[in-house]
Every structure is written in structure tokens, then in C-alpha cells.
């Protein structure tokens, strides 16, 4: 079983920055890909990101490409979400995510995620 907790969030002007954590527990974990989500207020759920197993490749979304930034630490069982450039369309919960099965590479659709955390809150005021 893998438990995932987000943290990080907050309230920020445009323009501004934060580091989104995820750590999680699990014997497991450095082997499953990781992705992060997010979800506004009356929308889907939606891909953000992911990072495969040994943190040497990354997908993004387009609509958040060159702004943001995933990452992770194997040793301390965190991925984090480096968010910069924060536009008030960024608001949402942000949510982490791990994909068990890697071997079939990236995948966008949260459906394919088995674990999920609980969630943290972004606000980029304007």
C-alpha cells in the first residue's frame, strides 16, 4: 500500500512561486511514476505533470510547460512540484499520484493512477 501527502500550498500573487511537496510511504514507491494533478472549482481533474521511477524523464502539460517543474528525491520519498509564474487560472487543488505499472511509460489519464493523496490548496491571486 502507498500512502501519498501532499504539502506546500498557499495563497500568492500572480507572478509569484512555490514548491509543492509529496512524500510518501511504501517500500515500493521509487518504482512507480508519479504525476501530479490539479482540480478547479466546477472542472475535471486534470494532468499537470509526471516523472518516471529514477527521476531522469519528465512530461508536462502544455498549458503549465516551461513554468513549472517536477522533481523527486528516491531517498526521501518526495516528489515535489516546483510552481513559478503562478497565473490566477492555476488555482485549484493540487493532487500527487502514483502510477504502479511504469513499464507502459507516461500516462495522463487519472484513471491509470492507483494511489492519491488527499490534496493541497493553490491560490494565485490577481
Known amino acids: 500500500q502507498v500512502q501519498l501527502v501532499e504539502s506546500g500550498g498557499g495563497l500568492v500573487q500572480a507572478g509569484g512561486s512555490l514548491r509543492l511537496s509529496c512524500v510518501t510511504s511504501?517500500?515500493?514507491?521509487?518504482?512507480?511514476?508519479v504525476g501530479w494533478f490539479r482540480q478547479a472549482p466546477g472542472k475535471e481533474r486534470e494532468f499537470v505533470a509526471v516523472?518516471?521511477?529514477?527521476?531522469?524523464?519528465?512530461y508536462y502539460a502544455d498549458s503549465v510547460k516551461g513554468r513549472f517543474t517536477i522533481s523527486r528525491d528516491n531517498a526521501k520519498n518526495t516528489v515535489y512540484l516546483q510552481v513559478d509564474s503562478l497565473k490566477p487560472e492555476d488555482t485549484a487543488v493540487y493532487y500527487c499520484?502514483?502510477?504502479?505499472?511504469?513499464?507502459?511509460?507516461?500516462?495522463?489519464?487519472?484513471?491509470?493512477?492507483?494511489?492519491w493523496g488527499q490534496g493541497t490548496q493553490v491560490t494565485v491571486s490577481s
Open positions: 499520484a502514483a502510477d504502479p505499472n511504469p513499464r507502459r511509460g507516461f500516462v495522463q489519464s487519472r484513471y491509470e493512477y492507483a494511489y
Open positions: 511504501g517500500r515500493t514507491f521509487s518504482t512507480y511514476n
Open positions: 516523472i518516471n521511477w529514477s527521476g531522469d524523464s519528465t
